[in-house]
């Protein structure tokens, strides 16, 4: 029996298999729809179909260049146990290569687009990695950057993967100098590179709510505008980069030790695995008593 693509879409919209392992499923079992799904089930295929329920926010974040480009990601996994093993170390390492070459726009560009340019897609090839690693797996995010030949990608990743961050640097080729402003990034956690980044609103709350401290601790009004100015700049060096003093030397800021290497901050990107996602709450009471009931 011949085999059409609504055949192969029915199959894996039941099964959540792979396009490839669906049309060979049904080549195999000539057209018979519940033969080929016990067939994906026998090869251990259509498990991933039984895992898109599951809280997927343990993983690891990854950075990929080549040449100007280059991408950081994160892709989560259901423990830390399985983020840890070469099979999903491989994982990101495919991802990474692929997205820094293809480009794409969007997350779910990224899935529909076939991997290294062949026939098996990148949501294919994740299903086919859950089906032999044994939990959800998910690519959650990514950014692409690119840089002049002028400048410089900093990648720093922490304990492993579980902070990723990409900066990059102008008017310096020295990956080292950026690298030390990805590691300051992980450790200190700022949210802008400068001041002018920061929203007037943001400013203007944070001004607010310190001039009614300073009036509630009884300071005369005609000394709470200073005041106020310079716990502003307080507030700043907690979430300003530049502002920030450097990690390695805190003696000094962040601003200074990059204007002294003759470049300046363009951007950073920093990851955290799990970051405002749901976390899953172990009960393993429950799940040891789920697995004997099976």
């Given at each position: 029996?011949?085999?059409?693509?609504?055949?192969?879409?029915?199959?894996?919209?039941?099964?959540?298999?792979?396009?490839?392992?669906?049309?060979?499923?049904?080549?195999?079992?000539?057209?018979?729809?519940?033969?080929?799904?016990?067939?994906?089930?026998?090869?251990?295929?259509?498990?991933?179909?039984?895992?898109?329920?599951?809280?997927?926010?343990?993983?690891?974040?990854?950075?990929?260049?080549?040449?100007?480009?280059?991408?950081?990601?994160?892709?989560?996994?259901?423990?830390?146990?399985?983020?840890?093993?070469?099979?999903?170390?491989?994982?990101?390492?495919?991802?990474?290569?692929?997205?820094?070459?293809?480009?794409?726009?969007?997350?779910?560009?990224?899935?529909?687009?076939?991997?290294?340019?062949?026939?098996?897609?990148?949501?294919?090839?994740?299903?086919?990695?859950?089906?032999?690693?044994?939990?959800?797996?998910?690519?959650?995010?990514?950014?692409?950057?690119?840089?002049?030949?002028?400048?410089?990608?900093?990648?720093?990743?922490?304990?492993?993967?579980?902070?990723?961050?990409?900066?990059?640097?102008?008017?310096?080729?020295?990956?080292?100098?950026?690298?030390d402003i990805a590691m300051h990034a992980a450790a200190v956690s700022p949210r802008y590179v400068n001041r002018d980044?920061?929203?007037?609103?943001?400013?203007?709350?944070?001004?607010?709510?310190?001039?009614?401290?300073?009036?509630?601790?009884?300071?005369?009004?005609?000394?709470?505008?200073?005041?106020?100015?310079?716990?502003?700049?307080?507030?700043?060096?907690?979430?300003?980069?530049?502002?920030?003093?450097?990690?390695?030397?805190?003696?000094?800021?962040?601003?200074?030790?990059?204007?002294?290497?003759?470049?300046?901050?363009?951007?950073?990107?920093?990851?955290?695995?799990?970051?405002?996602?749901?976390?899953?709450?172990?009960?393993?009471?429950?799940?040891?008593?789920?697995?004997?009931?099976?």
């Open positions: 029996m011949a085999v059409t693509a609504k055949m192969v879409k029915e199959l894996r919209e039941k099964t959540g298999a792979g396009m490839m392992d669906c049309k060979k499923a049904l080549t195999e079992t000539d057209g018979d729809m519940d033969k080929a799904i016990d067939w994906l089930r026998e090869k251990g295929i259509s498990k991933a179909q039984k895992k898109a329920d599951r809280i997927a926010a343990e993983g690891l974040t990854h950075i990929a260049t080549e040449g100007n480009k280059a991408v950081i990601l994160e892709v989560n996994s259901e423990t830390d146990f399985v983020a840890k093993n070469e099979e999903f170390k491989n994982l990101l390492n495919e991802l990474g290569q692929h997205l820094v070459k293809q480009t794409p726009a969007t997350v779910e560009e990224a899935l529909e687009q076939p991997l290294h340019g062949e026939g098996q897609t990148l949501n294919d090839y994740i299903t086919a990695a859950i089906a032999k690693i044994g939990e959800k797996l998910s690519l959650r995010r990514f950014e692409i950057v690119e840089k002049t030949d002028n400048d410089a990608f900093g990648a720093y990743l922490h304990m492993g993967g579980r902070i990723g961050v990409l900066s990059l640097l102008e008017g310096t080729t020295e990956e080292a100098v950026a690298k980044e920061v929203p007037e609103e943001e400013v203007n709350q944070e001004r607010e709510v310190l001039k009614k401290e300073a009036l509630a601790e009884g300071k005369p009004e005609n000394i709470v505008e200073k005041m106020v100015e310079g716990r502003l700049n307080k507030f700043f060096e907690g979430i300003v980069l530049t502002e920030q003093a450097f990690v390695k030397d805190p003696d000094q800021k962040v601003k200074k030790y990059v204007g002294d290497n003759g470049a300046s901050i363009k951007s950073f990107i920093r990851y955290e695995v799990g970051e405002g996602m749901e976390k899953r709450e172990e009960n393993f009471a429950e799940e040891v008593m789920n697995q004997v009931n099976k």
